[in-house]
């Protein structure tokens, strides 16, 4: 089947441009999580779901960084007034219930380049 | 694709040999450790995990070993193959609801 899709999988932006970053987890899936992953790292987790409730966003770097899911499904990572250092590659995750913490099952990713 | 393998460890070996992957953890409270793979411009892929109450997990080529006293955690992979090359991470969570803390990475160079 389908797995977790993420749109576009590339973004230049130019410093002080707004972004917004699709997530589509797969169909079902209760929980979605976004992480930055900066060159030669390990994944940074960003903040979590659980359906349309956004139960944890304490990774968000900055209150430049804001993410939804309203419907429960569908989720944005939207980053405000890019900056140098927000470049990094945004993954999204999924898994299927609100407690399946370890197996999650990721998207391919963005790749965000600020200018 | 992307390459999240810059100034990482890298472990090469043959095909058909047995790989060894290490990770050094901190938090002794984690309740669980976990193995991703991630391959080049894909997000990482869930290999195995083990519960902080287990010394030995094995799954299908892979045996997770966690040791407590030294906090120290390892992958092996039996009879690697080609296709297996990646970069690998260890990662741990508390218990109940809790975020992944992802370590850093080893590249695994596979030579056929």
């Known amino acids: 089947g389908a797995g977790v899709s993420q749109s576009p999988r590339y973004k230049v932006a130019k410093r002080g441009q707004d972004v917004a970053l699709r997530c589509d987890p797969i169909?079902?899936?209760?929980?979605l999580f976004w992480y930055q992953q900066a060159l030669g790292q390990g994944p940074e987790f960003l903040t979590y779901f659980q359906n349309e409730a956004q139960l944890d966003k304490s990774g968000l770097p900055s209150d430049r960084f804001f993410a939804e899911r309203p419907e429960g499904s569908v989720s944005t990572l939207k980053i405000q007034r890019t900056q140098q250092e927000d470049s990094a590659v945004y993954l999204c995750?999924?898994?299927?219930?609100?407690?399946?913490?370890?197996?999650?099952?990721f998207g391919p990713g963005t790749r965000l380049t600020v200018l | 694709g992307e390459s999240v393998g810059l100034h990482l460890p890298t472990l090469s070996v043959q095909e058909g040999d047995n790989s060894i992957i290490n990770c050094a953890y901190s938090?002794?409270?984690?309740?669980?450790f976990i193995w991703y793979k991630q391959e080049s411009g894909k997000g990482p892929q869930f290999i195995i995990d083990i519960r902080s109450n287990m010394d030995k997990r094995q799954g299908q080529r892979v045996t997770v070993l966690l040791n407590k006293t030294v906090k120290h955690l390892s992958l092996q992979i039996a009879a690697t193959q080609p296709g297996d090359s990646a970069v690998y991470f260890c990662a741990e969570r508390g218990k109940g609801y809790s975020t992944l803390t992802f370590g850093k990475g080893t590249m695994l160079l596979v030579s056929p």
């Open positions: 995750a999924s898994s299927p219930g609100g407690q399946s913490y370890n197996e999650q099952f």
């Open positions: 938090n002794s409270a984690s309740d669980y």
């Open positions: 169909s079902g899936h209760v929980s």
